[in-house]
């Protein structure tokens, strides 16, 4: 159904909320628009109403590989969140996590389970 947005600049802090069923094309261009609103420090993916299938292997590359070639960098000490609650979710979001490590992107990435453990590891307690 939708992908959205919100950037705090404040707080150096996008909250993206996927619900429904996004497809990949959607995620992508999501992507693009807030590339081009300059990204944030931190980064928190609430894909808990995300009902969609998983993006495939292939597609967590392409999005490693967009991440890491184009836009303008983020900030130094960025760490990107995905909140999930379905295993299937989880595993493709683990997927994720492991490509970005091995493609070194300047950021660390953490998957959990519930918003505030996210909050927490953002250094968003409040």
Known sequence: MAITFDIDRQRSLTVFRLEGEVAFEAFTEAIDRYRQAGPTRLELYDCLAFSGPAFSLGQLNQLVAATLHHGPPRPSGSRTALVVSDPLSFGAS????????????PWETGVFDTIAEAR??????D
């Open 94 to 105: 683990r997927q994720y996590q492991s490509l970005a490590n091995l493609s070194d992107l």
């Open 120 to 125: 927490r590891w953002l250094g968003l307690e």
